[in-house]
């Protein structure tokens, strides 16, 4: 299974065409993962400790760590976590924390000072990735974070996959657009939108 996911990676890095994809779909959303990558290290707090949920095959996790601190990458699959823990186990500034965004996020966010960048991309992809009764932890995640924000100084949220966030969302899968506005105004933080992110700044 390890030969596997690290045939994954190999695909992903070398014959994915994403800019051709891209190209072709108009430079619609979604985009590649390069240009995500740029976003987030543009618009975060350089040297701050990231936690990134839904580290899949922790391709983000060892880019984040190259300008942290720390990184806590939470992965609620077994198999990626096991996988992941391995293949990121020379990288003393990675910790990957097992079980759900409902179970481990807050007790992760407590290990944070004073600033903290957030990478909040857990969701059912398919694959091998980890299924919940809720598509994706968003909402919980996000009143978890509303608890900790006013103890940092600075910290910078990112949400990814905002096209998913529609009034149109007839499952409920996902909040509106407005949900995601309506947090960030409560928790007086400025918003923007980037390339199907959603990043809210303290």
């Not at 992903?12 to 995500?36: D, E, M």
């Not at 290290?41 to 701050?48: D, E, L, S, T, V």
Request: glycine share 6%; hydrophobic share 40%.
């Amino acid at each position: 299974m390890a030969f596997k996911l690290y045939l994954k990676i190999i695909k992903r890095k070398f014959f994915s065409f994403s800019l051709i994809k891209w190209w072709i779909r108009g430079y619609g959303a979604p985009s590649p993962q390069f240009i995500k990558l740029r976003i987030l290290k543009r618009n975060c707090i350089p040297g701050a400790p990231w936690i990134e949920t839904g580290t899949y095959l922790g391709d983000t996790t060892k880019f984040l760590s190259k300008n942290s601190k720390m990184v806590f990458s939470i992965e609620p699959a077994a198999l990626l976590y096991e996988f992941v823990t391995k293949r990121l186990s020379r990288l003393n500034n990675v910790q990957i924390v097992f079980g759900t965004s409902e179970e481990v996020f807050e007790t992760t966010i407590t290990k944070l000072e004073r600033e903290a960048n957030f990478w909040l991309d857990g969701h059912a992809s398919g694959d091998i990735t980890f299924s919940n009764q809720a598509v994706t932890p968003i909402v919980t995640e996000l009143g978890i974070l509303a608890k900790h924000i006013p103890r940092f100084d600075r910290c910078v949220v990112f949400v990814d996959d905002i096209r998913g966030f529609s009034n149109n969302n007839e499952d409920g899968s996902y909040p509106s657009k407005e949900y995601l506005i309506d947090w960030a105004n409560a928790n007086n933080l400025t918003w923007q939108i980037e390339h199907d992110i959603f990043i809210a700044k303290k």
